[in-house]
């Protein structure tokens, strides 16, 4: 009982073509799918698109650069169900995979290497200094302090998703945005099990705009300092992040706004307050 849609948000090479050319096996294979050859509109955009589009009750996705293994669903569904409300997303892992479609892992820097020297998996790489992850990590400090869920490898109850107002538009990253508005409410369950692969290559937006990453830090960080549930342990957090952030902006030779950055958080100590709109 599953529903195939798939958006193709302007692509230049012969994806339309490609997608066309399997119509008949997708309507046949699902019990409804829908192709939407459209214009550009970005990713956000495009994710709640299809997010509208559906009809069915929980929602998982899947970028044209990645792979999903045959279990994701199944295995992420099976851990939804029955569920309480409380309960908004199931997450599991994701492995690595080049550009050719080769397993592959990571060493500290990032750099492909030996499997027995370095990271295999999305999540062990990304928290590899994490030393308080423990357990059900879904938690908001806990993801305050970085992004590490690989979005290709979550399935989302859709009107939870709903509910939080789903992918916000311009951010360039849209998913670590999304994590943090849903853990101020709901909960999710970890799945310990590999159900996609990432495509780790050299346009991955981690290597070609580690700037913009930086800056997009900056607002959605600030954003949450002035979320009203925030006790004053966690602004104070949120305070040391956006100083490291701004202090990694410097070094990237991006003084004005590091500068303006770095203010910002000094003003924030001393009790200022002007709202972040992003």
């Known amino acids: 009982n599953i529903e ?39 990713l956000a955009n495009t994710l709640n698109q299809g997010v509208f589009w559906s009809k069915a009750d929980y929602v998982t996705v899947i970028a044209s650069d990645d792979i999903m293994k045959s279990n994701k669903v199944s295995v992420l569904l099976k851990a939804l169900l029955g569920t309480s409300n409380e309960i908004a997303l199931s997450y599991a892992d994701a492995d690595f995979i080049d550009s050719h479609g080769n397993y592959i892992f990571l ?4 750099d492909v290497c030996q499997s027995n020297t370095g990271w295999g998996t999305f999540i062990s790489f990304y928290t590899r200094r994490r030393k308080d992850i423990k357990g059900d990590f879904f938690d908001y400090t806990i993801l305050l302090k970085g992004n590490f869920l690989p979005a290709m490898s979550v399935m989302w109850k859709a009107d939870a998703l709903k509910k939080v107002g789903m992918f916000t538009p311009n951010i360039i990253i849209e998913d670590w945005d999304l994590w943090l ?30 700037v ?5 830090q900056d607002l959605i960080l600030k954003r949450e300092f002035y979320f009203e549930d925030n006790k ?9 992040l956006l100083f490291l952030n701004g202090a990694r902006l410097f070094f990237a030779k991006e003084y004005s706004f590091a500068m303006k950055s770095l203010l910002d958080v000094g003003l924030m100590f001393l009790g200022a307050k002007q709202k972040v709109k992003i």
């Open 212 to 216: 913009k990453l930086l800056k997009a």
């Open 107 to 110: 060493d500290d820097k990032g």
């Open 181 to 210: 508005r849903m853990a101020r409410s709901f909960q999710g369950v970890y799945v310990p099990h590999v159900v996609a692969s990432y495509r780790w290559h050299e346009t991955n937006t981690v290597k070609t705009a580690k």
């Open 232 to 240: 004053k342990e966690i602004k104070n957090i949120i305070l040391y």
């Open 4 to 42: 195939l849609i798939i958006l193709n948000d302007g692509s230049k090479d012969n994806t339309h073509q490609v997608i066309s050319s399997l119509l008949d096996k997708c309507k046949a294979r699902f019990v409804r799918f829908e192709y939407v050859n459209k214009t550009n509109e970005g």
